[in-house]
Structure formats: C-alpha cells, structure tokens
C-alpha cells in the first residue's frame, strides 16, 4: 500500500446498532488498516471518537456490561416532552467513558468530525472544532429522545437527519480512500415487527418508565418494550418516530452515497436490532468483525495490501 494514501472512515448512524462500529474499527486495525480520519454520524460519532482518543476498549467493555434494563437508567418521564433521556446521566456517562467537558476535537491524534444538523434551517453542520463533548451529544441528538443542542447559538439534532453516512465529511478532510459503514441497510419497516428481544423485555420491566410512558400516551404503547394484545395494533409513537427516521436515513444514505460513493461499502446485517437494545453489544460488535471479514479481501485489493 503506497504509504501516503490518507484512509478515512466514515461511520454512520444506527443507535444500539452502533455497537458494530467497535467490531469494524477493531478488525480493520488487527489487519493492518487503521484509518487516519474519522467521521461519524449520531452513534457513529461517540465511536469514532472513542477511537481517535484511544478510549475505544473503555467503552466496549462498558457496552459488552450492560443488561436489558440498563437502558432505563438512561431514560426519564418528562412533562416538558423536550425528549426522554435523562440529560444529566447522560452527561455523566460522556464524561466518564468519551471526553471531559474541556476536551477539544483539534487535540485530537486524528482528524475527526462529526455531524449534525441545524433545526431552523435543516443544514448539515460539520463539528471539526471546538468541544468534543458537544460535537458528540449534538451529533447524536434524536428528535423525541435528546432535546436540541445550543452550540455557537444554533439548535442542533440528530446529523442522520441530513448525512447518516458520511463519506463526503471524509472526503472534505483529506480522505483518499474512504471507508463506510452503514449500519441501516434493509431497517425500513422493521420497526412495526416486534422482536423476541422486544418482547421479552417487558417482563422485566411492567413497573418503571415504560408504565409511566404508557400513562402520557394513553393507547400508545412504546413498542420498544411492551406488547400489545391486539395482533394487528396501530403504530405506537415511538414505532411511528423509529420508523420515519428510518426511512428518512435509509433514502438519503442511498442518494448521498450515489452521488458521492465509498470505495468500499461495508452494511452489517443488524436490521433485526431494535432502537434501544443496547444490551446486545456482544451480537453487533462480533457482526461488525464478521462484515469486516468478509469484505476483507476486496478492501486489500483496493488498497494494494498483500
């Protein structure tokens, strides 16, 4: 491989399916191909930069300890319905396991960015500077789960909003050769099929905030959790709020990456994961390591490596 040929990886957004990001990155640096910029995307950007900081083993152990109820300490009822996660736990696990608030991107030992998306105005912003923290939560604010983010006076949310891959941000950076990770191949319409995983979590769960959630939404049941009765139930709002994202991610990652393709696409097979089983880092990081496999050989093919 010539020794100038800069690689970037571009890991894209997918929620508890970001947990394969961990197997990818871990799998392409055993074989030699460790990328020289990193972008992501929601999830893919809490990865991504867990690996420029070389905190990437601290937080897959953390993932590979969490359990089915684990989720829930994240999670809180919120009349204000600015979002359900519990902000100030959230906070906490940022800065224990990814960056202290003083943190910046450009101390970093790697180019990194993330992305996010600007709510008045719906631009795609490129956080390549500044507070890594705040690059990250921005990046990964979901409209109904996180409330916007204010940075440099503008509201941002979730950047799979506008570039869920982001292959160009890799580009802009210096990138080569660009590597992508799209972890929302073949999601759309899953979301209304509830899992076992789904279903069996409600077990454990009939007194905390799923009853409380069930309470604001009258006879919408979060489907993350609970089953419904009815075999053929109307969506519930967080399966209408998944599933929309969904299509959103899944049509503008195929009109983005047409116009400006990888030269090696990578799609772990994680469409059966649900939003919230980040219980299952075990399943998506080994899936993220076979996908790497076996697209192996084309990837040292492309980069002349022996």
């Known amino acids: 491989m010539t020794s100038d ?3 970037g990886l571009a890991l894209g957004s997918g929620s508890a399916r970001g ?11 055993s074989h030699g191909i460790k990328p020289d910029i990193m972008c992501g995307t929601s999830v893919g950007s809490l990865v991504g930069v867990c690996y420029a900081d070389n905190q990437l083993e601290k937080l897959e152990q953390w993932a590979l300890a969490q359990t089915k109820l684990g989720t829930t300490r994240f999670l809180e009822l919120s009349t204000s319905f600015k979002g359900f996660v519990n902000t100030t736990r959230f906070h906490q696990f940022l ?9 910046l991107i450009e101390d970093l030992p790697i180019k990194f960015s993330s992305v996010a998306t600007e709510l008045e105005t719906g631009r795609e912003v490129w956080l390549t500077k500044g507070s890594i923290l705040e690059a990250v939560w921005s990046s990964m604010s979901m409209p109904g789960l996180f ?4 940075h440099n006076n503008k ?3 979730d950047g799979g909003l506008v570039n869920p891959v982001p292959v160009s941000v890799c580009r802009a950076l210096g990138a080569d050769f660009v590597i992508a990770v799209n972890l929302n191949d073949g999601i759309v319409g899953k979301h209304l099929k509830r899992s076992k995983h789904e279903k069996s979590a409600v077990k454990s769960n009939k007194n905390g905030i799923v009853n409380k959630l069930s309470d604001l939404v009258g006879e919408y049941k979060p489907s993350m ?7 053929n139930p109307p969506p519930s709002v967080f399966e209408a709020i998944i599933s929309s994202v969904n299509i959103t991610q899944d049509r503008i990652t195929r009109s983005r990456m047409a116009g400006d393709p990888p030269d090696v696409l990578l799609a772990p097979k994680l469409s059966h994961f ?5 219980h299952r880092a075990a399943e998506a990081i080994e899936e993220g390591r076979n996908c790497v496999e076996r697209m192996l050989p084309e990837i040292k093919y492309a980069l002349k490596l022996d």
Do not use: M, Q
């Not at 409330?147 to 204010?150: D, E, G, H, L």
């Not at 959790?225 to 075999?231: A, G, I, L, M, T």
């Open 5 to 7: 040929i800069k690689i």
């Open 19 to 29: 947990w394969a990001h961990i197997g990818v990155i871990k799998t392409l640096v």
């Open 95 to 103: 800065n224990e396991y990814v960056a202290n608030d003083a943190d």
């Open 147 to 150: 409330p916007a983010i204010k």
């Open 155 to 157: 509201w941002l949310v």
């Open 225 to 231: 959790f609970e089953k419904s009765v009815d075999d």
């Open 274 to 278: 649900g939003l919230l089983e980040i």
